[in-house]
């Protein structure tokens, strides 16, 4: 059975509001009378903590792990089968993190190249919406300390890089939270998600 309901995903920085503001979409498609669930999209089907690998052990192994690019990509087919899929066919999904936070990392840590990104985020399992959330550098530092200040500019280029390969929007997270859900909210309406919900229930 081919996916029916709609698959909503969050990316970007940690400390930018993904989990929030996913949770905030899934109550407003639940007010709406649509069945919702949300999951975090975190860790690999092989492993839930990325294998357990720190940032030394990448440096010392980058090459190595270049060869490895395809099991991650295997990795995330085989997690979209059995944990998205089956849900989709039911219901829609949010979530909080996607396989593009995985690309994030890999391009961040020299495993993979921009070039191969490309072709990587091309194959992926596109969703119906995408949110890629972008804040200022040192309110994500403030939030979040787990890379330096200068890390962290790394991986907001390049989840815009990533955003523009997918022509998604980038959502500036430093306004209200009240204002990010209005405007996450008018795209999911414009682009008929209800209707999308809604011809489902009929079906």
């Known amino acids: 059975m081919a996916k ?32 919702c669930e949300f999951i975090h999209g975190h860790g690999y089907s092989a492993s839930q903590n990325s294998f357990a690998v720190n940032e030394k052990q990448i440096n010392r192994m980058r090459y190595l792990f270049r060869f490895l690019i395809p099991l991650a990509f295997a990795d995330n087919l085989y997690s979209y089968l059995s944990k998205h899929l089956p849900v989709l066919r039911k219901r829609a999904l949010v979530c909080d993190r996607y396989f593009y936070d995985k690309v994030a990392r890999l391009i961040f840590y020299g495993i993979c190249t921009e070039k191969i990104a490309k072709i990587y985020l091309k194959f992926l399992p596109r969703p119906d919406y995408i949110f890629f959330l ?25 989840y815009r890089f990533i955003a523009e390969c997918l022509d998604a929007p980038i959502i500036d997270t430093s306004i209200s939270i009240d204002r990010c859900c209005d405007e996450i909210f008018n795209m999911l309406n414009i682009r008929g998600i209800h209707k999308q919900c809604c011809t489902n229930i009929v079906s």
């Open 4 to 35: 029916k309901y709609p698959l909503i995903v969050f990316s970007g920085m940690d400390g930018t509001g993904k989990t929030t503001l996913a949770k905030k979409v899934k109550l407003f498609l639940e007010e709406k009378g649509f069945e």
């Open 134 to 158: 972008d804040l200022n550098v040192d309110k994500v530092y403030k939030r979040k300390q787990e890379y330096t200040r200068e890390e962290y500019a790394s991986f907001s280029k390049i």
